[in-house]
């Protein structure tokens, strides 16, 4: 059984960069043939995608966030993190980290449990 767990700071100043990690046990984040996703939810938005690293390492971006985001990896922790900058409070939401399917993305089979990030001075 996968499980992810996400990780770091609950709060950011403005203008600062945003750095998150997820932690994944059950299963291996260079395992053939899935990827890696960061979304997240905000009260007036959805779900959003931002960003996923598949196993083989290739990176895909939301557009609305590539200027600013970053997602990578550590395969010897089996972890993958998020990074984002010149954060606003617009960026305040709960992000998640999740297992995709495929490496097309958009179908989800495993979250973490979402972590609250508060962008304030």
């Known amino acids: 059984q996968v499980q992810l767990q996400e990780s770091g700071p609950g709060l950011v100043k403005p203008s600062q960069t945003l750095s998150l990690t997820c932690t994944v046990s059950g299963g291996s984040i260079t395992a053939s043939y899935y990827a890696w996703s960061w979304i997240r939810q905000s009260p007036g938005q959805g779900l959003e995608w931002m960003a996923r690293?598949?196993?083989?390492?290739?990176?895909y971006y939301n557009p609305s966030l590539k200027s600013r985001t970053s997602i990578s990896r550590d395969t010897s922790k089996n972890q993958f993190s998020l990074q984002l900058n010149s954060v606003t409070p617009e960026d305040t939401a709960l992000y998640y980290c999740?297992?995709?399917?495929?490496?097309?993305?958009?179908?989800?089979?495993?979250w973490g449990q979402g972590t609250q990030v508060t962008v304030s001075s």
């Open positions: 999740a297992k995709d399917r495929t490496v097309f993305g958009g179908s989800f089979d495993y």
């Open positions: 690293i598949t196993y083989g390492g290739n990176t």
